[in-house]
C-alpha cells in the first residue's frame, strides 16, 4: 500500500470519527437547554428581605401614631384637671347675724350666682341682702333701678317678685365684678370695689381704679359727693356700704 493512499484512508476514518461524535454533543446540549431553571436562591432573599422591611415601617408608623396620640390625651387632661388640682380651696365666708328671712333664699341665690358662674360670691350676696332689704318684701336685692331689669319700672322697689330681684341682683354684681377685675372672693380689695360699685353704680368702680387704684373710705364718699352736685341730689348712695355689709360675713 501506497504512503499516499495510506493517509487517506486515515483521513477518512478520522472524519467518521467526528461525525458520530458531534450528534452526541448536540444531543447533551438539547438536554442540557430542555432542563427547567432552578429558582435563583438570591431574588428570594432580596424579596423576602423586602418584606421584612415593609412590615418593620409599618410598625414604626404604628408607634409614633400612637404616641402621638397618647401626647394629645395626656395634654388635655392635664389642660382639663391641672387648673382644678392647683386651685386655692376656696372660702367662701361665713354669715353673721344674718336673719332667718334672708337665709331662706340661700338656695335660690346660690343657683343664680352658679348661673353666673360667681358661685364662691354666695355668701357675700346673702350678706348684701340682708343690708339692702333683711330679706322683707319683694326687691329683696333693691335692683330696680340696674340697667338689668326689664321687666319692671326703674324707680326704686318696683321689682314685684323675690326670684327676679335676686336674677337681676346676682347678674348685676356679677357684673360689679367684672367692672373691679375680682375673679376670686380672696381678692378682698377687689371684692371692697365691687360692693361699693353695686351700691353707687354710675361707673365708680372705673373710676375709682383710674384715680387711686381700689376702694377707700375716703374716695367712696367723694364720689358721693360728686355724684350729688352733678344731680342735684341731697343724697347719693350709701358711701359707708362696704362696711355695711362686710359686717355680715367674716373670712376668719
Not at 51 to 71: N, P, Q
Not at 115 to 131: C, G, N, P, R, V
Request: aromatic share 10%; hydrophobic share 40%.
Amino acid at each position: 500500500m501506497t504512503v499516499q493512499k495510506k493517509a487517506n484512508i486515515q483521513k477518512s476514518a478520522a472524519r467518521r470519527a467526528q461525525s458520530c461524535a458531534k450528534p452526541a454533543a448536540r444531543t447533551g446540549a438539547a438536554r442540557r437547554a430542555a432542563a427547567p431553571k432552578k429558582p435563583s436562591v438570591s431574588k428570594k432573599t432580596a424579596s423576602l428581605a423586602a418584606a421584612e422591611i415593609r412590615r418593620a415601617e409599618v410598625l414604626r408608623y404604628r408607634l409614633i401614631i400612637g404616641c402621638v396620640l397618647l401626647s394629645i390625651g395626656i395634654i388635655a387632661a392635664l389642660a382639663l384637671f391641672l387648673p382644678k388640682a392647683m386651685r386655692r380651696p376656696v372660702n367662701p365666708g361665713r354669715l353673721v347675724g344674718v336673719n332667718a328671712d334672708v337665709q331662706s333664699y340661700e338656695q335660690a341665690v346660690r343657683q343664680r350666682c352658679r348661673e353666673y358662674k360667681i358661685e364662691e360670691f354666695s355668701t357675700l350676696m346673702l350678706a348684701m341682702m340682708q343690708q339692702e332689704s333683711s330679706g322683707q318684701g319683694t326687691d329683696i336685692f333693691q335692683c330696680s333701678e340696674s340697667p338689668f331689669n326689664t321687666e319692671y319700672d326703674h324707680a326704686p322697689g318696683s321689682i314685684a317678685d323675690a326670684g327676679y330681684s335676686i336674677q337681676v341682683g346676682v347678674e348685676t354684681f356679677a357684673y360689679c365684678l367684672k367692672s373691679a377685675h375680682c375673679k376670686h372672693i380672696a381678692d378682698q380689695e377687689a371684692v371692697k370695689v365691687a360692693l361699693q360699685d353695686y351700691n353707687f353704680g354710675n361707673g365708680y368702680a372705673a373710676w375709682a381704679l383710674d384715680n387711686y387704684g381700689g376702694y377707700s373710705p375716703e374716695n367712696a364718699l367723694e364720689f358721693s359727693e360728686m355724684m350729688k352736685a352733678e344731680l342735684g341730689w341731697d343724697t347719693y348712695g350709701d358711701p359707708e356700704y362696704v362696711e355695711h355689709v362686710l359686717q355680715y360675713i367674716t373670712f376668719a
